[in-house]
């Protein structure tokens, strides 16, 4: 059988003021584009821009 490309991935976010990286989940079908969001980061203690960098 041939191997399946699943819609769910799982993706680093990392931040863009320290080397801080969150992990979660992406549906492939719904966000082609990549995520960037506003967290909050606690090595510079403030929040950042987490931007996608790549997949597991």
Known sequence: M???KGTV???RLKS???PHC???KKNR???QG???FRK???VARQHALYVET???
Do not use: F, H, M, W
């Open 2 to 4: 041939a191997k399946k």
């Open 9 to 11: 991935v799982i993706i």
């Open 16 to 18: 863009s003021l320290s």
């Open 22 to 24: 969150y992990y979660t």
């Open 29 to 31: 079908r719904n966000t």
């Open 34 to 36: 990549k995520l960037e």
């Open 40 to 42: 909050y980061d606690p």
């Open 54 to 56: 790549g997949k597991l």
